[in-house]
């Protein structure tokens, strides 16, 4: 996503990347660990842009404690596209990157101490006014309303980006994002862009539009409505495709269907359909684990609810 300020500089976002993400759900075993050197791939290709400034707008990893690898991988790929672009780049601390308890160091602090001082690089952890851009990255300690009270405006504003929640839940809003406290704050004309959730499009909050960057790619199918790397195939429709190695394959079964044993392709679940026709629930090889049961469990919800209790979730366990 990009597009160009009046001064002339043009901003490319990098959605959420989410490194150290496991993808172990239905992948055969001589695949394992395809899918991550394909993730860390992307986000080295989307740093090397033709742009002035790079902003990765928040959730660069997928959980504050990832492993020593996942830094390093970071921060070469970081370091490596700042010296070959020269361009400046952001990095947006998000709702994954950071612990809640605050006295606890995880990989994002580690990522903004091997980068402290880059001539190029600066790792965004307060609201902070850039060249015309306005950036709220999250911060477990402040609410987004808070955020925008308290930024002081040293300039003229045309363009903010933050981490926010875009949808209430009908719990703790805090982190919502404050489009009508941007706007009196900043002007009418102010564009509004936002990371944290994993479908892009323009969501309305507050009567404002918000566009949202999605995640750097898709990472379930409720994310992947184009099929761009999630399919759901009947076994019929499974049987007439050759292009499915790189795809990750969910399959439709009726009853005394079973799963194919000689696909080629980076993941193969199932869902059956119950004898009433309902959905009796995703399976997949080698899966039977708590997080299978509680996705299971969460499957009546909508996905935007889904990842929100999912996130909270991953809270508590820090």
Request: charged share 30%; net charge negative.
């Amino acid at each position: 996503m990009k597009f160009s300020l009046n001064n002339g500089k043009r901003v490319a976002l990098i959605g959420d990347p989410h490194l150290g993400r496991r993808f172990e759900a239905g992948v055969p075993l001589h695949r394992r660990g395809e899918r991550e050197c394909r993730q860390l791939q992307k986000f080295q290709e989307q740093l090397v842009q033709e742009a002035d400034i790079v902003v990765m707008v928040g959730d660069l990893f997928d959980h504050p404690h990832v492993g020593y690898k996942v830094v390093l991988d970071a921060y070469v790929a970081i370091d490596a596209a700042a010296q070959a672009t020269g361009n400046e780049i952001l990095l947006l601390a998000g709702n994954h990157d950071l612990p809640r308890k605050l006295e606890v160091i995880g990989a994002f602090e580690m990522l903004e101490a091997l980068l402290d001082g880059h001539p190029k690089v600066t790792i965004v952890r307060r609201p902070w006014i850039k060249d015309g851009l306005a950036l709220f990255p999250w911060e477990w300690s402040r609410t987004a309303l808070d955020q925008v009270e308290k930024l002081y405006d040293n300039g003229r504003v045309e363009v903010a980006i933050g981490h926010w929640d875009l949808q209430s839940f009908g719990g703790d809003d805090s982190h919502m994002a404050p489009t009508a406290a941007l706007k009196a704050k900043f002007g009418d004309g102010l564009t509004i862009y936002s990371g944290h959730y994993h479908l892009p499009g323009e969501y309305e909050v507050d009567g404002h539009t918000v566009i949202c960057t999605g995640s750097m790619e898709p990472y379930s199918h409720a994310e992947d409505p184009d099929g761009s790397l999630y399919v759901t195939l009947t076994l019929e429709e499974l049987e007439a495709r050759d292009d499915l190695a790189d795809k990750c394959v969910r399959v439709l079964l009726a009853e005394g269907e079973e799963l194919p044993d000689d696909l080629d392709c980076l993941a193969l679940t199932a869902k059956r359909a119950s004898k009433d026709n309902g959905e009796a629930g995703e399976v997949s090889l080698g899966d039977f684990d708590w997080t299978s049961i509680l996705a299971e469990k969460l499957k009546p919800l909508t996905p935007e609810v889904r990842e929100f209790i999912e996130e909270r979730l991953s809270e508590v366990v820090d």
